[in-house]
């Protein structure tokens, strides 16, 4: 008789990740409730010699939770296990969604530091692939990890706190490769509002005021649009009449002091709002992006030149080109790693061939050393990444020994980071 998971399970159900460019079809597909689900669900693959995968609300881009082995889903493992207001940490499962952590954190006082575009992402699924918000002086959600529980490649659950460095800077971004994050926690701030400014400016006046937005704003960012109907692919609304080819739907973030109710304001464009219903946007109709990362010092001639490049060579191409920042770290893998960064993002259209657009984009920044966004699309190899990455061996090592027969590997994360 086959053996069958000790958990619930399907079996061979396929499975497609948001942007519906990615799928695959496990053997099992198991989703536990437990800590102690997980460990029966992976001691279980281990015995049978299969892969194991975790996914979170499937928004990668990448191979990154492809298996023919055994998915874990972690929908199921959810929920805030604790905070701390004095010392600003919140404890939670590893699979709960980043729009469940706003309300109970600021009940106690506390907000995330910062957030991405959407809040659909679970926390195990930010954190595995350094997902951030924008604003110089914020990091990603994996700097802000200080200690987790994972369940390893030998059936084993360890706990990585602040005291041992070494592993947590290698499981703040890991791509789901060190193992299945059952709990984590995060280091976060006292609780704030936003205030929200929506404009439209020419590039030719944007790029003028980079610097001083920056100082200025807690989050500073900007779609700028190479076609008239850019904006619209992101849903990104624009006054009726405004021609926004070569503008930017620019988004600035202050913080500010705001009593609630009366000085909630929830007009588009004017938000302003406890900052966990600021961050979170939209995004409903599919794309499929790359992301790449540039020291920010170089941002500017980045962004110039990928405008150039898209008026050029690639005037089909419409999506906007997305500009952030974010403030860098020492997590071994994070493309942050040692240098404050300008991310740098464009889309292509599903069903289209927008592979010698997205080359060229890969050769231009390349240029500049980018390094990229681990669940959006990327050209790196193994010699790439190993140049990109000063601590991939230190990475490695840890790897190596919390998985060393590579239960948590597929073909994508083996050819990187096996
Ligand atoms: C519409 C949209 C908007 C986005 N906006 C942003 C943005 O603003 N900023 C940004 O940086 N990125 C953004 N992204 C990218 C997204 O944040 C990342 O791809 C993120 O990893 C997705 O999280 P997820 O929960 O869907 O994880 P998945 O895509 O399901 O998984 C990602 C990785 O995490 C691993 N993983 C998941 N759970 C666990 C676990 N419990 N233990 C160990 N490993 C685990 C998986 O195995 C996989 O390797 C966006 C993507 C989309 C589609």
Redesign the pocket.
């Known amino acids: 008789m086959p053996s069958t998971p000790p958990v619930p399970f399907r079996t061979e159900q396929r499975w497609t990740?948001?942007?519906g460019n990615q799928s695959c079809t496990p053997a099992f597909t198991v989703r536990p409730r437990t800590e102690q689900e997980?460990l029966d669900a992976v001691r279980f693959a281990i015995r049978e010699g299969l892969p194991v995968?975790?996914?979170?609300?499937?928004?990668?881009?990448?191979p990154?939770?492809a298996t023919d082995g055994v998915l874990?889903e972690?929908d199921a493992?959810t929920g805030i296990t604790g905070t701390d207001s004095a010392r600003r940490r919140v404890r939670m499962r590893?699979?709960t969604?980043?729009s469940e952590i706003g309300d109970p954190l600021w009940d106690n006082g506390l907000s995330l530091s910062n957030?991405?575009?959407?809040d659909?992402?679970?926390?195990?699924?930010?954190?595995?692939?350094?997902?951030?918000?924008?604003g110089i002086e914020y990091t990603?959600?994996s700097e802000r990890l200080r200690w987790v529980r994972?369940?390893t490649g030998h059936g084993e659950i360890v706990e990585i706190g602040e005291e041992d460095l070494h592993r947590l800077r290698a499981a703040q971004v890991?791509?789901?490769?060190?193992?299945?994050?059952?709990e984590v926690e995060l280091a976060v701030s006292p609780r704030y509002h936003l205030r929200e400014e929506i404009s439209y400016p020419h590039w030719d006046q944007l790029r003028e005021q980079i610097g001083a937005e920056l100082a200025a704003n807690r989050h500073f960012s900007f779609l700028w649009c190479p076609q008239p109907d850019s904006a619209a692919l992101y849903e990104l609304p624009t006054p009726d009449g405004l021609d926004m080819t070569g503008r930017a739907y620019t988004k600035k973030y202050v913080e500010a002091e705001l009593a609630e109710p009366g000085d909630l304001v929830t007009e588009e464009g004017r938000r302003a709002d406890r900052a966990y219903r600021i961050y979170a946007?939209?995004?409903m109709i599919?794309?499929h992006?790359l992301?790449y990362y540039v020291p920010a010092e170089r941002g500017l001639e980045a962004i110039e030149a990928m405008q150039d490049l898209m008026r050029t060579r690639f005037p089909n191409e419409r999506y906007p080109l997305e500009t952030?920042w974010?403030k860098g770290d020492q997590a071994y893998l994070s493309p942050f790693h040692g240098r404050d960064t300008t991310?740098l993002?464009v889309s292509g259209a599903p069903e289209t061939d927008y592979w010698p657009y997205l080359r060229a984009v890969d050769e231009l920044l390349g240029e500049f050393g980018a390094r990229c966004?681990?669940?959006?699309i990327h050209f790196l190899d193994r010699d790439r990444v190993a140049r990109l990455y000063p601590e991939f061996e230190s990475f490695r090592a840890v790897r190596r020994e919390l998985d060393p027969d590579g239960v948590?590997l597929n073909a994508t994360?083996r050819r990187l980071f096996g």
């Open positions: 990740n948001w942007g997980v995968r975790a996914m979170g609300a499937g928004h990668s881009f990448t990154i939770v874990i972690t493992l590893g699979g969604p980043i957030q991405g575009d959407i659909k992402q679970s926390i195990s699924g930010a954190i595995a692939t350094a997902t951030h918000g924008s990603s959600f994972l369940v890991a791509v789901g490769t060190l193992g299945i994050m059952t946007g939209g995004f599919p794309f992006e992301e952030r974010v991310v993002s966004h681990w669940g959006k948590f994360t």
